[in-house]
């Protein structure tokens, strides 16, 4: 079973029940933005640069291909992808105020740079 985090790329000041607000639109099936967040395509090139997307295979940490969108990207690992990975997510994540969540418990974590605001 994968283990699954999405990064969010919403206004500033965005809240938690803001952010799983739109994890429950993209359930089902609502994305609102046409354009890719600039925030977003700068975390999947750094995060991919590291960790090639694309099918699962042996050495990658994905479970899937990594699920994008206008608004987010949805990271669906391997249960035994190393601690590194998640630390680069979480780094990256706030490295370009992205609002990460955890789909595990709804857990909804702001950038480092917010929680010290």
């Known amino acids: 079973m994968s283990f699954d985090l999405s990064v969010w790329a919403l206004p500033d000041r965005a809240t938690p029940e803001q952010v799983r607000a739109a994890v429950q639109q993209c359930r089902e099936g609502w994305h609102g933005r046409q354009q890719p967040d600039p925030r977003l395509i700068a975390f999947y090139r750094a995060i991919t640069g590291s960790y090639p ?49 955890d789909a595990q418990d709804g857990s909804v974590y702001p950038p480092p740079a917010r929680v010290r605001s």
């Not at 099918?55 to 206008?70: I, M, S």
């Not at 601690?83 to 997510?89: A, E, N, S, W």
């Open 53 to 101: 997307d694309g099918p699962p295979r042996p050495g990658t940490p994905w479970e899937a291909p990594l699920h994008t969108a206008a608004d987010h990207i949805e990271m669906n690992l391997n249960p035994t992808c190393p601690d590194q990975v998640l630390l680069d997510i979480e780094r990256l994540a706030g490295e370009h105020d992205l609002m990460l969540f």
